[in-house]
């Protein structure tokens, strides 16, 4: 019979360590039905999955539904991780996926409103609020950048240079070689030059 694990006994018994409560912990005791540990879980990820997500849609209500449901997924899948991956990459590989498959339906409604309207150009990016900061503004500009990218670029440039991660932590969340990681990176990188060279030798005063 499986043992109930109360949160509290978890909390006790890292408290005689002088450590936080492990993953392993708190997932064999969201296995075992603790909602609580399962809490624990998302408020230590969530700031994980809202880079991987927001850098792949920008801010926006698409960007938290996404967010919500990739730990959706995740409690749904909890008897199926046996931690073969760190839970942070196993993470931002459902938080990377399901941010493509909005990104596939955000084209399609695109598509379709455009044969609806017979337009002839994209639908026009929502208007952001400028900031008075000159270093958000500079954000800003690199996040709409990156949004221009390609889906399998975009997906490089916002692990590596926006959650900071390695080759190979990037190469094991998109299932691809590390060589494959640094060659789209190299590209998407060569292309978000070409994008922001106006605003860099114009200046943000000239955007």
């Not at 503004?137 to 440039?157: D, N």
């Not at 969340?173 to 922001?196: C, F, K, Q, W």
């Amino acid at each position: 019979m499986d043992r109930r694990f109360g949160l509290s006994e978890i909390h006790q018994e890292a408290a005689g360590t002088g450590r936080a409560p492990a993953d392993g912990e708190l997932l064999a005791a969201a296995r075992a039905g603790n909602d609580a540990a399962f809490r624990v879980l998302v408020e230590r990820y969530q700031a994980v999955v809202a880079g991987v997500v927001i850098g792949m849609l920008g801010a926006g209500d698409e960007a938290d539904d996404v967010g919500q449901e990739v730990f959706i997924r995740f409690h749904g899948a909890l008897h199926r991780f046996r931690g073969d991956a760190l839970l942070a990459t196993y993470l931002r590989r459902i938080a990377l996926n399901l941010s493509l498959n909005a990104l596939k339906r955000r084209r399609r409604l695109r598509l379709r409103l455009i044969s609806r309207d017979h337009a002839t150009s994209p639908l026009a990016e929502p208007a952001v609020e400028p900031y008075d900061a000159e270093r958000a503004e500079r954000r800003v500009l690199v996040r709409r950048a990156v949004a221009q990218l390609s889906e399998k670029y975009r997906s490089v440039v916002v692990l590596r240079m926006l959650e900071g991660l390695s080759t190979n932590e990037a190469a094991a969340i998109l299932d691809v070689p590390p060589g494959t990681v640094m060659s789209r990176l190299a590209r998407g990188l060569a292309e978000l030059e070409r994008v922001l060279a106006p605003y860099v030798e114009g200046g943000l005063d000239g955007a």
